[in-house]
């Protein structure tokens, strides 16, 4: 480096200390870096719902490190379809974020025999922020406590009762799918565009059951417009305590823990991908953001790009072959 590269450098350095802005930041903010504008965040579900969550405290964080900021923006249909094939099909530059899950980056995998997209292919993780169990909520009014009582009157009136998902192909669906399936009953699938849209009909008394994500049922059931009746992960939540696992209501074989994170093209050239990955594992590093998540009931993951891709690949393979041999298919 000569004397006018180091005079340059020492004087960005002492203009970013002065800032308070990291390395990072000032990379960010250089006018042939990367990103030059606005990044999106593509949430495949309505506002309001466990995706939505995840996306703005994460796009919330990033933006404190990009200068033209971050915007987050629901493209929702087809349960997660129709958001995450618009982000695989979007321009590899760096510019395109999408909020994957369990739901959309390894369900639909198996639910879709001509998915648009492949996630291992077509995806690349820059970090998984948060894991979330599901919780089964039933309808105050209901006379049923449990799960065991739900399956008997389901085995009693086939058909009749009813449950809630946020769309075909959402987690809420191939979850509950697996339940009554493993448990041998039939219940009625009644799907909404959305979260909140079930849990309007499920308060006003319209369907009878739903499994979604335990830190949005959570609001719900403490404010007592709804009963919480099972948890989907291998233990109970500290934030309903009382409430049993799947296993300790008599499902054996079926534990479900949603994961969220960030994920990019994979075509995105090495140096935006570089910048990104670096940018997410920072954000996720932030004491704030491990207390907002584990605050909703989540548990803090917070793992880089590598260890993302392992728990990717290790889902596809447990979670495809048991929809298959499940006969669960996309209304």
Sequence with gaps: MDRRQLIKTMALSNASALLGLSSLDVSAQSADAFPSKAIRVVVPQPAGGGFDFVARVMADKLAQRFTHGVVVENRTGSGTLVGTDMAAKAPADGYTLLLGSVSNMVLNAGLYKNLSYDPVRDFEPLGLAVGYSYTL?????????????????????????????????????????????????????????????AYTDLIGSR????????????????????????????????????????????????????????????????????????????????????????????????????????????????????IHSLGIQPE
């Design 137 to 197: 909520v039933a309808r105050k009014e209901a006379a049923q406590k449990t799960l065991l009582d739900w399956i008997e009157l389901a085995r009693a009136k086939p058909g009749q009762v009813t449950y809630a998902s946020a769309g075909n192909g959402s987690g809420q669906h191939v979850l509950a799918a697996a339940l009554w399936h493993l448990a041998g009953v039939q219940l009625t699938h009644v799907p909404y565009k959305g979260a909140q849209a």
């Design 207 to 322: 369907v009878d059951l739903f499994f979604d994500l335990s830190s949005t049922a959570r609001v719900h059931v403490d404010s007592g417009q709804l009963k919480a009746v099972a948890v989907s992960g291998p233990q109970r939540l500290g934030m309903h305590a009382q409430v049993p696992t799947l296993k300790e209501s008599g499902i054996q074989n079926l534990e479900l823990e949603s994961w969220f994170g960030l994920f990019v093209s994979a075509k995105t050239p090495a140096k935006e991908l570089s910048v990104l990955k670096a940018s997410v594992l920072e954000a996720m590093a932030a004491p704030e953001i491990k207390e907002r998540f584990e605050k909703q009931g989540g548990r803090f993951l917070g793992l880089g790009s590598d260890e993302s891709k392992a728990i990717l690949k290790r889902d596809l393979a447990r979670w495809v072959p048991l």
